[in-house]
């Protein structure tokens, strides 16, 4: 239970604009969560502490009779039935059922000159407990949870006596119950409220805002309020990424979209396209799309060198003009990439421009010529530990001359050097980055298992099971 209600409340409502990524909680879940937190609200009821009770109470026929009870503590407590449920359009429901409550305690008795004491016990059985849960965003904009509407029902109450007279505590032992089951009763509701409130320290952690670079963050902030059905709950998050510390919004938005119906894991994932391009939309804007590529970036074994010995085999005036110089490639966007997805398929297109070079021998640059470049990637996406990550295979690129300053040459004599380039050097880069993944949300020490990922149609889907340790 501890563990979903967290999920449950997610995270504070913002904008009501589409959804870049969308969390389905599912009954799987819920099961998995009652299973934690049943253990940690039976610890918070064992805390129950009944104060020395001391009174008089007149009995017919008799007379006054005093008592005391004292070093009241809990014997046995069990909660043998409970269920999460899903209130459609509301929330959650905390239900228990058929709980008992053993104590045992110390009694004294006076009547008129008459004194007793010993020992007794009390046994409620049958106990029940209906609460609902309510959520709602705190003053930093993070959730936190509270029990509304808690109903406690004993059930049946039966208090047992040991040593003196039983004549004597007889007098009083329908007092005494009724006196030790409502100092009970009062203390059941606030201890669920206080269970549902010592989650709050949890949700604090949850990744509103996660780094996921130097140059980069995530957001995932609730923009609608979640989607309560009788089987699972739909949250919608922003789901986007900023430069850090300097927040502006993509020239483009999110589209609407929904995850079909699924049940066999506690948890769905729903990834729009809106999300890897609002990525390539920041790290073009942090000039993080661009690379210099030199010759010590080509493995050793690579037929092809940066020099200008082998560029000058197709391009005559460079050899002439720059012989036996190194050279050095600027290659970068020119605009932000655009990714795709499609079923089994992400694809990211690419604009950009390569700038070559010829490092003369006091390390100045002598620009030789800029292409354009378009160039269509293949993205295989897998999960990793709490990231989404990533790796890139070059399809095709195409070039056409842009600027040159070694006179008029055939570009596409060049494809196969450039597609090379990119394998061997510029790929491989970019793919240590995208290894290191970006942060899906989570809370806690929150694990992932038995995770599957699918690319379908505008979003790519994560079912998986989880796992809280700690």
């Known amino acids: 239970m501890s563990a979903w209600l967290t999920l449950l409340a997610l995270l504070p409502l913002t904008l009501a604009i589409n959804p870049g990524v969308k969390v389905v909680l599912t009954e799987k879940g819920l099961e998995y969560g009652r299973q934690i937190g049943m253990a940690s609200l039976q610890k918070k009821l064992n805390t129950i502490t009944v104060p020395d009770l001391s009174g008089s109470q007149r009995v017919s026929r008799i007379g006054r009779v005093k008592y005391s009870l004292t070093g009241l503590r809990i014997v046995s407590l069990g909660l043998p039935q409970s269920g999460l449920g899903l209130v459609p359009g509301t929330g959650v429901s905390l239900s228990i059922g058929n709980a008992f409550l053993n104590l045992h305690g110390n009694w004294r008795v006076r009547y008129k000159f008459i004194k007793d004491s010993g020992s007794f016990d009390l046994g409620i059985n049958?106990?029940?407990?209906?609460?609902?849960?309510?959520?709602?965003?705190?003053?930093?904009?993070?959730?936190?949870?509270?029990?509304?509407?808690?109903?406690?029902?004993?059930?049946?109450?039966?208090?047992?006596?040991?040593?003196?007279?039983?004549w004597l505590y007889n007098l009083f032992r329908s007092y005494i119950n009724k006196a030790l089951s409502k100092a009970i009763q009062k203390q059941i509701c606030p201890l669920v409220a206080d269970a549902i409130t010592d989650l709050n320290p949890q949700l604090k952690t949850l990744n509103v805002l996660a780094k996921v670079d130097k140059d980069a963050e995530i957001e995932y902030s609730m923009v609608e309020s979640p989607a309560i059905s009788k089987s699972c709950i739909d949250f919608g998050l922003k789901g986007e990424f900023y430069n850090i510390g300097a927040h502006q919004e993509p020239p483009f938005s999110a589209t609407p979209f929904s995850l079909p119906p699924q049940i066999n894991n506690m948890l769905y994932i729903g990834i729009s396209s809106f999300t890897p391009n609002s990525a390539g939309f920041v790290y073009n804007k942090a000039?993080?799309?661009?690379?210099?590529?030199?010759?010590?970036?080509?493995?050793?074994?690579?037929?092809?060198?940066?020099?200008?010995?082998?560029?000058?085999?197709?391009?005559?005036?460079?050899?002439?003009?720059?012989?036996?110089?190194?050279?050095?490639?600027?290659?970068?966007?020119?605009?932000?990439?655009?990714?795709?997805?499609?079923?089994?398929?992400?694809?990211?297109?690419?604009?950009?421009?390569?700038?070559?070079?010829?490092?003369?021998?006091?390390?100045?640059?002598?620009?030789?010529?800029?292409?354009?470049?378009?160039?269509?990637?293949s993205a295989r996406m897998y999960v990793t530990g709490m990231k989404l990550a990533g790796t890139l295979t070059l399809n095709k690129i195409q070039m056409t001359l842009g600027t040159s300053n070694v006179g008029d040459f055939?570009?596409?004599?060049?494809?196969?050097?450039?597609?090379?380039?990119?394998?061997?050097?510029?790929?491989?880069?970019?793919?240590?980055?995208?290894?290191?993944?970006?942060?899906?949300?989570?809370?806690?020490?929150?694990?992932?298992?038995?995770?599957?990922?699918?690319?379908?149609?505008?979003?790519?889907?994560?079912?998986?099971?989880?796992?809280?340790?700690?």
Do not use: W
């Open 287 to 377: 000039g993080a799309l661009s690379l210099y590529v030199t010759d010590d970036m080509i493995p050793p074994i690579s037929p092809i060198r940066l020099n200008t010995r082998t560029f000058g085999v197709f391009i005559p005036q460079i050899a002439k003009r720059f012989p036996g110089l190194m050279m050095k490639l600027l290659v970068k966007t020119t605009k932000q990439p655009i990714i795709t997805f499609e079923p089994n398929n992400v694809t990211l297109q690419a604009t950009g421009t390569v700038t070559a070079y010829a490092i003369q021998p006091n390390t100045t640059l002598s620009p030789l010529f800029v292409l354009n470049m378009e160039a269509s990637v």
């Open 410 to 470: 055939q570009v596409k004599t060049l494809d196969n050097i450039f597609s090379i380039v990119l394998k061997l050097a510029v790929i491989p880069i970019v793919n240590a980055r995208l290894e290191s993944g970006y942060p899906l949300p989570s809370l806690g020490k929150m694990n992932l298992v038995n995770t599957q990922l699918q690319v379908l149609k505008d979003y790519m889907l994560i079912g998986t099971d989880v796992l809280f340790t700690g």
């Open 126 to 166: 049958g106990l029940t407990i209906t609460t609902s849960i309510a959520i709602k965003s705190d003053e930093t904009g993070r959730p936190a949870v509270s029990s509304v509407n808690c109903v406690t029902d004993l059930g049946s109450a039966k208090v047992k006596f040991h040593g003196g007279a039983s």
